[in-house]
């Protein structure tokens, strides 16, 4: 089975700390994908990447980076985090040919205080 | 821009009957629809994936329609259970994966099937 696994399941930050959400897939994906999930708004995405050390901006991408030095690692760094980015983040990742359904890790609960 | 449509009312059905979820979206048709199951706290799973030429799919006791004329896909749960109690999150694939291949999610319906 694909696995993604997630950094933290619940993290509490203070605003203007620098945070680092890691995720990890066991299966080979080339594509991996940060979202944020809010009520009433679903899941919007942040940031794509399709290769070691390539990104897309996703729709939502003010204030985030990311970084994926190794194929199965992508990095999501809030450079300076805020209260209005206290979210539920998901990572997932997917292949590129086939069947292209994504596989989602169990999600950070981030709060920003 | 795409918007996608699924009704933000819960859906509450009883068991043994039918539960049937729109997901409705304007513009363009996409090239792929995809359908996630997400329960509380967890990170969604996916279901079912049908294509633009395609009208149905089916999987157990899931089926998904999909009508471009209407632009709009359905999503049927037969004889459900209380197991089958889940947020139900519809996805548009407009580049049909590649390196370009990104989701657009709808906000998702939460299904309760009661007994």
């Known amino acids: 089975d694909v696995k993604v696994t997630q950094s933290s399941r619940y993290l509490v930050k203070r605003t203007g700390e620098k945070v680092f959400l890691e995720c990890v897939q066991d299966?080979?994906?080339?594509?991996m994908f940060w979202y944020r999930q809010d009520p009433g708004l679903g899941l919007r995405l942040i940031y794509f990447?399709?290769?070691?050390?390539?990104?897309e901006k996703g729709d939502i991408p003010e204030g985030y980076s990311v970084s994926r030095e190794k194929k199965e690692r992508f990095s999501l760094i809030l450079e300076s985090a805020s209260t209005n980015q206290t979210s539920m983040y998901l990572c997932a990742s997917s292949v590129t040919t086939g069947l292209y359904e994504q596989y989602f890790g169990p999600g950070t609960r981030l709060t920003v205080t | 821009s795409q918007k996608i449509e699924q009704n933000s009312e819960a859906l509450n059905i009883q068991e043994g009957k039918t539960a049937t979820l729109t997901c409705n979206y304007t513009?363009?048709?996409?090239?792929?629809l995809q359908w996630y199951r997400q329960d509380p706290g967890r990170g969604p799973v996916f279901l079912l994936l049908i294509r633009e030429n395609e009208k149905e799919k089916r999987k157990e006791r899931l089926k998904v329609t999909f009508d471009t004329t209407l632009k709009q896909s359905l999503f049927h749960i037969t004889a459900s259970q209380p197991a089958d109690s889940a947020t139900y999150l519809c996805a548009l694939d407009y580049f049909g994966g590649g390196t370009a291949s990104k989701l657009t999610f709808g906000t998702g319906t939460r299904l309760q099937v009661t007994l």
């Open positions: 299966m080979d994906h080339e594509n």
């Open positions: 513009n363009y048709s996409p090239a792929y």
């Open positions: 990447s399709y290769d070691v050390k390539m990104k």
